[in-house]
């Protein structure tokens, strides 16, 4: 009698709830074990899309992943990829690794062999060197489509374990493995994407910051070959610092070598892959660029390598040199503050500018003066009015301008649309950084699901929401932002570079704005300096 009880308190251990067996996939290398949630969703966290990028693989491009032997956890999300250190990435040792290739998935629990969802992939911003979060939960999003979407994050790796460049890396390893990180991972929705009930012919690339940048330079990639591995492309604040050729890039090479103490060895790389990560990471702090004393923003970006970007990015998008597919590109009002330095002097503000673009003339300089000179009183609290001036000349040059002339190059062949975001925060107002780079992404995601809390927003924000959602969410489904927007929202109109009208995304109301005359003439301005800043 005793035997028997114990076996039925055995078995119904084994079917609770708490050991039910959740979803699986066999991948063909590895075989992975989800999550079901009750929203008619399944979660596949951490799962490995290619090898571990360490020692001999470490600045090289991504390789298959290895097979492994019965079924992994897919329950919890990988590490972090290691980022530069610095005020904007604090160490978090338990979440980062140089081991880091993994993604994360979010589907519909219903899906059979036959279905053919559409696919949100997600490339993470954090200006090619840091991030605090790559693992966004996406299942809000997919809800908001009534469970018609996959959603996909992805890990790259950052700073110099991803952007390293020298001729020395280009005969004994690879340039720009962080963007080759991406792109593996794309192949890997290509291949894969399928068991999870997707359609790797519905793939969009959807990022910020340097996600948003990177979903530019995939459409740039080997001067605009299409590999077929997205049908379109959504860049939220696209970034575009300046993006050096290799020659350019031996100085910081040398700068990181000598940190590590693998200057006075014949074989520099083969010095730094004999390093521990934790090594390499004890000297991975900003540096400057050639000539410059303070560090720039992103010390690591990619490099202009002849192959995967064989020119600058916005000079091949003017030449045509792109994917042609459906895209849209927008900003945030004031997408300068959370970077730029609270000037006390022009000097000041000349002097952080060309540590962002070390080639800055004393003309130029002056010529960025007139187009923003210091507001008084300051619209920011706590900041000086050449606050003001540097962070409307940031936010413009690296974020606003690129995104604009990208929607102009982009609709001269296909279907174009361009945006502004304007919800001002009662945390935004209060810390004086205005409607700020990105500030759209925990709304986006819904609250909770960006790794930032409430992101700084209160109830009244709340409205913009489903706005959101429906817009970006329309357009991975439908490449049309406007096909499934929310109801008594605005018709999104497509962007032309004869009359540049965009969408003014607000709490109150969504409407359609045309670009004031005063910012084209800027944008006019950073255009003619474009080679000099190297775009």
């Avoid at 032997?69 to 005020?87: H, Y």
């Avoid at 950052?158 to 390293?164: S, T």
């Avoid at 050096?244 to 090479?253: A, D, G, H, K, T």
Wanted: aromatic share 12%.
């Amino acid at each position: 009698m005793f035997a028997l009880q114990s076996l039925l308190i055995l078995l119904a251990a084994h079917f609770s709830p708490l050991y039910a067996k959740g979803p699986t996939v066999n991948l063909g290398y590895s075989t992975y074990e989800g999550i079901s949630l009750p929203n008619g969703q399944n979660q596949f966290l951490g799962i490995r899309y290619a090898a571990p990028p360490l020692r001999n693989l470490r600045f090289r491009r991504p390789q298959p992943s290895v097979q492994t032997e019965g079924i992994q956890s897919a329950k919890e999300s990988g590490p972090i990829c290691f980022g530069v250190k610095g005020p904007f990435n604090p160490e978090l040792p338990r979440q980062q690794s140089e081991d880091c290739l993994y993604l994360n998935i979010w589907a519909p629990s219903n899906v059979t062999k036959n279905t053919k969802l559409p696919v949100f992939f997600w490339i993470h911003g954090g200006g090619y060197t840091f991030d605090l979060d790559p693992n966004y939960n996406g299942s809000a999003l997919v809800q908001a489509t009534g469970n018609n979407m996959i959603y996909v994050n992805v890990n790259y790796r950052l700073g110099p374990y991803g952007f390293l460049a020298s001729e020395r890396v280009r005969k004994d390893g690879d340039l720009n493995v962080g963007l080759l990180d991406q792109r593996f991972a794309l192949q890997w929705v290509q291949q894969h994407i399928g068991l999870f009930g997707g359609d790797p012919k519905r793939a969009v690339l959807v990022g910020d910051s340097a996600g948003a940048g990177s979903v530019a330079l995939h459409m740039v990639a080997y001067g605009g070959r299409d590999d077929g591995l997205f049908v379109g492309g959504f860049g939220l604040s696209p970034y575009f610092p300046t993006q050096l050729r290799v020659s350019e890039l031996e100085r910081q090479f040398d700068l990181f070598v000598k940190r590590t103490g693998c200057n006075h060895v014949q074989d520099a790389l083969k010095c730094l892959r004999s390093k521990s990560s934790n090594e390499l990471q004890t000297v991975n702090v900003g540096m400057p660029y050639p000539g410059r004393v303070n560090n720039t923003v992103s010390p690591f970006s990619p490099a202009i390598d002849g192959d995967f970007l064989p020119d600058l990015p916005l000079k091949l998008f003017d030449e045509g040199r792109f994917v042609k597919v459906p895209a849209v590109f927008g900003d945030d009002t004031n997408e300068g503050t959370i970077v730029t330095v609270n000037a006390a002097s022009q000097a000041e503000v000349n002097s952080f500018l060309q540590d962002q673009y070390p080639q800055l003339s004393d003309a130029d300089l002056k010529g960025i003066e007139n187009l923003y000179p210091p507001v008084v009183p300051s619209p920011f609290n706590n900041h000086t009015p050449f606050f003001a001036s540097a962070e409307a000349a940031l936010g413009e040059s690296t974020f606003i301008c690129p995104g604009i002339r990208l929607s102009s190059a982009i609709s001269k062949y296909t279907k174009a649309w361009n945006y502004r975001y304007n919800v001002l925060t009662s945390f935004e107002i209060s810390s004086g950084i205005g409607v700020a780079h990105t500030s759209e992404i925990p709304l986006l995601f819904g609250p909770g699901h960006a790794g930032n809390g409430t992101g700084g927003f209160n109830n009244t924000d709340l409205p913009i929401v489903p706005v959101l959602q429906a817009y970006y969410t329309s357009f991975v489904r439908f490449l049309d932002p406007n096909t499934h927007r929310a109801a008594g929202s605005a018709l999104w109109p497509e962007f032309f570079a004869s009359n540049k009208q965009r969408l003014l995304l607000k709490v109150e109301s969504t409407k359609v704005e045309k670009i004031p005359k005063e910012q084209e003439d800027r944008c006019a301005f950073w255009k003619t300096l474009s080679e000099k800043i190297e775009q």
